[in-house]
């Protein structure tokens, strides 16, 4: 079944340095954060939400504790850079939920898109909450020296910190 996402941008709360947790607005009392909730990461990918890549990326940032959402391209979008697609020409951006083996109920989208689009998506609230951190790959190709700049991987994650989210490709 094929949805189509519609978005409004939303606002976030910045990390407070060193804690690897979100303020939630309580200021720091006696060396505490009154209010901590878990960082909120996207993983995306330029491979494709069926990648076994992302899957690995997935397993691993939830072993973490915090909150993990996947939204990724449903085919290979590998060299697409920081492309969009042609995103003001159509009414919305087509999308399926799936499901990683092994990954329970963390939320994984495929999206009709290349993954700087996931990014921008899962930025202004088109798949809840706005992520607080970007984790990009694990890439099936090599992204080094001048090739880095046409991988949709590493545009993923400038896409994302161009929205001022901490990223890693």
Request: aromatic content about 2%.
């Amino acid at each position: 079944s094929v949805v189509k996402v519609s978005v409004r941008p939303t606002r976030r709360r910045g990390l407070p340095a060193g804690t690897g947790m979100v303020d939630g607005g309580e200021h720091r009392k006696r060396g505490r954060v009154a209010d901590r909730r878990p960082v909120r990461i996207l993983d995306t990918n330029d491979d494709g939400v069926r990648a076994p890549g992302i899957a690995a990326l997935a397993r691993a940032a939830a072993t973490t504790g915090h909150e993990v959402l996947v939204v990724a391209p449903l085919i290979d979008y590998s060299g697409a850079g920081a492309a969009v697609g042609p995103v003001h020409s159509r009414d919305g951006v087509d999308y399926e939920a799936h499901v990683i083996e092994g990954l329970g109920d963390i939320p994984t989208f495929g999206i009709d898109g290349p993954p700087a689009l996931a990014t921008i998506l899962a930025c202004v609230g088109g798949f809840g909450p706005r992520p607080d951190m970007v984790l990009s790959g694990i890439n099936h190709g090599i992204n080094v020296g001048r090739s880095a700049m046409h991988s949709g991987t590493v545009g993923a994650a400038l896409t994302g910190a161009h929205f001022g989210l901490r990223c890693l490709a």
